[in-house]
């Protein structure tokens, strides 16, 4: 096999220096760019100034580098169609369609086709006026889950536990827009543990990844407003054979199956949001791409060539994953007074202390030192025999790094650890 491929990776945080850290050890990877990358995925790949959304220039930079395949990671790069524009110049890449990753950023649409083709999910109905939206969830009992119904970062649903904090949200998303002029999905409460099944798929093949399960509350005991996620781990104890032969049979199967009858078949990752409930595994909600930050405890298990099962995805080709026996988990480090308002421009000291993996998500350089640059700054991750152990040597990695401006965590994993 000659190393000889030339890859890009667009994007620029923790997910894609995940993926660039796998894309590292493929024996067929010769080069690796970013755009725009950060700080930590410059040690691995050139990084490249150009925005995630700027697809005519994304498509310049592939013919010019002779690029043999690009990746994905962010949803607004899939959202602007960057993919039907990187086919459309006969470009190699790996990611949804603009129309298969509606899947994502439309929950009206994901909704109607797990309706439609009787895929586990909760009771919904949509809305996009807020007198109707008030008086259905008025009339129902709580928690309402109240999702915006558009791309959002991770930070457009609310699970209320009164009727005043599901108005706030009502208002807040069909009144004062914050998240852009749209609608809302109202759901039914799913009671149980959560899990991430990530999945490469490639029409009606569908190519398993290694599941997972993140932390999405800013704070310990899992309490206070939602987060893009606040750390994640992997494998996860509660999801036997059986529930993910399920998840994967009457699940994502189906999904990959019922989007080409649709007329939108899906290639690049489906990243199935599951709940196990007393009636088996539901779907909360399914993303078109590689989850964050589920990426940096699943990629790192992966011990099979990334590219390969990339590149075959493309073509449709079979392939085989294998994977390590190893429990990783990952602590994120983020900006204080995340998801809110926080500043930037902190420096980061103590990341050589350990050679635990660390996987930066929003950092930069400035005078030569390492600053924050982002709401979520670092993913630490510890790799262990246990996930006792995986937390144990992430808790002491972290303890090394010296921020001013950082929090996190302590209990990730306290779901299946405790």
């Not at 407003?225 to 993910?244: I, K, L």
């Not at 790192?300 to 995805?313: G, K, N, T």
């Not at 900006?335 to 809110?340: E, I």
């Not at 390492?370 to 700054?377: F, H, I, K, S």
């Amino acid at each position: 096999m000659t190393r000889d491929k030339r890859v890009l990776v667009v994007g620029s945080g923790g997910r894609c220096h995940a993926i660039v850290d796998a894309l590292s050890r493929s024996p067929q990877v010769q080069k690796i760019y970013c755009a725009p990358g950060n700080a930590g995925i410059a040690a691995q790949a050139e990084c490249v100034a150009i925005d995630v959304c700027d697809v005519e220039s994304l498509v310049n930079f592939a013919h010019k580098e002779s690029i043999d395949l690009t990746v994905v990671g962010p949803e607004a790069s899939l959202a602007v169609g960057i993919v039907d524009r990187f086919v459309e110049e006969g470009l190699r890449i790996f990611g949804p369609t603009k129309k298969a990753a509606q899947i994502e950023s439309s929950k009206e649409f994901a909704k109607r086709l797990m309706a439609k083709y009787a895929i586990p999910t909760a009771g919904y109905e949509a809305f996009d006026s807020y007198d109707e939206a008030k008086a259905y969830v008025c009339s129902h009992p709580l928690p309402a889950v109240i999702k915006y119904d558009g791309l959002a970062a991770g930070k457009g649903v609310v699970v209320a536990e009164s009727y005043d904090e599901a108005d706030v949200a009502l208002r807040d998303m069909l009144l004062d827009e914050s998240f852009g002029k749209g609608r809302v999905v109202v759901e039914d409460f799913l009671d149980g543990p959560e899990f991430s099944f990530m999945c490469v798929v490639s029409g009606e093949k569908v190519y398993p990844l290694a599941m997972a399960q993140d932390h999405k509350r800013a704070w310990e005991g899992d309490k206070g407003p939602n987060t893009g996620g606040m750390g994640a781990y992997s494998p996860v104890p509660f999801v036997t054979a059986d529930v993910e032969a399920f998840a994967l049979e009457k699940i994502m199967k189906p999904t990959a199956k019922a989007m080409v009858e649709e007329g939108v078949p899906f290639k690049g990752v489906l990243y199935g949001g599951l709940i196990l409930t007393a009636d088996g595994p539901k779907v909360i909600e399914f993303n078109a791409r590689f989850g964050d930050p589920e990426t940096e405890v699943v990629l790192p298990r992966l011990e099979s060539d990334i590219y390969e099962l990339f590149d075959a995805a493309i073509d449709g080709r079979d392939c085989t994953t294998k994977w390590s026996n190893d429990a990783l988990l990952g602590i994120v480090m983020a900006s204080t007074g995340y998801p809110g308002s926080y500043a930037k421009g902190v420096v980061i000291e103590g990341l050589d202390n350990n050679d635990a993996i660390k996987y930066h998500m929003g950092t930069a350089v400035k005078e030569g030192k390492l600053v924050t640059a982002g709401g979520r700054v670092l993913m630490v991750v510890g790799r262990g025999q246990s996930l006792a152990d995986a937390q144990q040597k992430a808790l002491a990695a972290v303890a090394e790094v010296q921020c001013d401006g950082l929090f996190y965590r302590r209990d990730i994993g306290h779901k299946v650890l405790d």
